[in-house]
């Protein structure tokens, strides 16, 4: 059965892959890069795995993603369009973010999971086109640095 295709961003931090979904123009690369950019200087492991379109199928329980290969190893830069950076060919997916429009979010939010690709997948939920609010969410989830 060939994998679904997802409209969607995913990055690993540590063993750790997030999948990130919203709208187009909800600010899924720029979340992905803030991200990177916040853990490497940190000494952590990030990479992207793809930008926009991503392959999903489950493996043994687990959501694992992949970047179709004409779009591997590129970011779509807002203005400039697809930029190379470095890249992982594919991960497990361990949370899932989504991007959604601030009215939607609830402040405060309870341990959630939801079916991709047949798999159960942890989910947190954050304002869309605020990288400021997103990133302590999802690393205070992570329990990534400076949360324990």
């Not at 979340?31 to 379109?53: E, K, N």
């Not at 959604?100 to 942890?122: H, K, N, T, W, Y």
């Amino acid at each position: 059965m060939p994998p679904d295709n997802a409209h969607a961003t995913a990055l690993l931090i540590g063993e750790r892959g997030i999948f990130i979904t919203g709208s187009s123009g909800s600010g899924k690369t720029t979340l992905a890069l803030t991200l990177i950019g916040h853990c490497l200087p940190r000494g952590l492991f990030s990479r992207l795995v793809g930008d926009d379109q991503l392959f999903v199928e489950a493996h043994a329980g687990r959501l694992v993603c992949r970047a179709p290969a004409t779009i591997q190893g590129l970011a779509e830069v807002p203005g400039l369009g697809p930029r190379p950076l470095p890249f992982e060919p594919a991960c497990v997916v361990d949370l899932h973010v989504r991007l959604l429009p601030p009215a939607e979010i609830l402040r405060f939010q309870e341990v959630a999971s939801g079916d991709i690709a047949g798999c159960a997948v942890a989910r947190i939920d954050v304002a869309e086109r605020n990288v400021a609010a997103a990133l302590p969410a999802v690393m205070a989830r992570l329990s990534i640095s400076p949360f324990l």
